[in-house]
């Protein structure tokens, strides 16, 4: 079983739409939690912290579920701009963080 | 916005060769990272550095990889004896020293191609 496992995708949603997406990771011993995102050839840049409580930024919405070891985002009104790859990222120490393999969003006019 | 800055954006090396991959990381972070990316593929973890030292590293970390900080500045990767299949773009990353929770600042990356 992979460490952190995502939604394989790809998405493809019009301009407006919500989508949502879903990772599940194996470790129970994690403690830290992210979402980045990845545009074609570049770094990944940090979207956001996950939290158990649920944290919101703008049109962005990230949920945490420790007793199911699963971490959700979810993009509300979609931007032609929000296209990219989304990375699901898991911290089990400071030592390394474990990334999904990612699941890829267009969105269309 | 504070960056994290790599060098060469694109390396080009003939199999065999060692290359020596170049990362300044934000001055006030103290955990370095390098990470690579195969095309098509996942962000895959190689080494953690802190202190001075490796806290961690993969099993893709091996005898032919190193990583030091020359000068309290640079963060570099030397790989000694490359293969086709280290052809990749390879990452650098930093963090904060205690903001175990904030996540990772990425270098825009180094484009290796081994022929």
């Known amino acids: 079983r992979k460490e952190v496992e995502q939604d394989p995708g790809p998405f493809n949603v019009p301009e407006g739409a919500t989508v949502a997406f879903n990772c599940t990771y194996s470790?129970?011993?994690?403690?830290?939690f992210f979402w980045y995102r990845q545009d074609c050839r570049k770094e990944p840049k940090l979207l956001m912290s996950?939290?158990?409580s649920g944290n919101e930024d703008g049109r962005f919405t990230a949920q945490l579920n420790r007793a199911s070891q699963y971490i959700s985002l979810l993009i509300r009104d979609s931007k032609l701009s929000d296209s990219a790859t989304y990375l699901c990222?898991?911290?089990?120490?400071?030592?390394?963080?474990?990334f999904g393999d990612g699941t890829t969003l267009t969105v269309k006019p | 916005e504070p960056e994290v800055t790599q060098t060469p954006s694109h390396q080009v090396t003939q199999m065999g060769q060692e290359v020596i991959l170049r990362c300044v990381p934000i001055?006030?972070?103290?955990?370095f990272y390098w990470y690579r990316q195969i095309l098509g593929q996942k962000v895959e973890f190689l080494v953690s550095?802190?202190?001075?030292?490796?806290?961690?590293k993969s099993e893709i970390f091996d005898d032919q990889f190193s990583v030091e900080r020359p000068d309290g500045s640079n963060f570099t990767l030397k790989i000694r004896s490359t293969k086709l299949e280290d052809s990749a773009m390879y990452f650098c990353?930093?963090?904060?020293?205690?903001?175990?929770?904030?996540?990772?600042?990425f270098g825009s990356g180094t484009r290796l191609t081994v022929v």
């Open positions: 990353a930093s963090r904060e020293q205690g903001a175990f929770n904030y996540g990772y600042t």
């Open positions: 470790n129970s011993a994690s403690q830290s």
């Open positions: 996950v939290y158990s």
């Open positions: 990222v898991v911290n089990t120490n400071a030592g390394k963080s474990t």
């Open positions: 001055s006030n972070h103290l955990y």
């Open positions: 550095f802190y202190n001075n030292e490796i806290s961690e």
